[in-house]
């Protein structure tokens, strides 16, 4: 099994910084993407930013310049800086993992979500 777990979501004022946190763990062999996800109320879920195993970055056009995302392939981690947050930032934000495990039949990758931690900006 795998688990996946964010912490470090709370309430910041516009302009403000925070860090978001999400480690893997479990009968892990490999993790391909790894990714940040938000859904506001009433919207669908988006991708933020996302992060290959080599590196490679994306980011979504609002968060451009503001946010960086890094991880660390030892310890199975990933983390979002946030800056210049602003209101329409306010979000559930969920961490997802492409993760490859070993099954009967073979290698299996799964893509597996945390539970999700809060990220409020208002003043």
């Known amino acids: 099994q795998v688990q996946v777990v964010e912490s470090g979501g709370g309430l910041v004022q516009p302009g403000g910084s925070l860090r978001l946190s999400c480690a893997a763990s479990?009968?892990?062999?490999?993790?391909?993407?790894m990714g940040w996800y938000r859904q506001a109320p009433g919207k669908q879920r988006e991708l933020v930013a996302s992060?290959?195993?080599?590196?490679?970055?994306n980011y979504a056009d609002s968060v451009k310049g503001r946010f960086i995302i890094s991880r660390d392939n030892a310890k199975n981690t990933v983390s979002l800086q946030m800056n210049s947050l602003k209101p329409e930032d306010t979000a559930v934000y969920y961490c997802?993992?492409?993760?490859?495990?070993?099954?009967?039949?073979?290698?299996?990758?799964?893509?597996?979500w945390g539970q999700g931690t809060r990220v409020t900006v208002s003043s």
């Open positions: 479990g009968s892990i062999l490999n993790i391909n993407a």
């Open positions: 992060v290959t195993k080599n590196n490679i970055t």
């Open positions: 997802n993992a492409q993760v490859v495990t070993m099954r009967l039949m073979g290698r299996y990758e799964g893509s597996y």
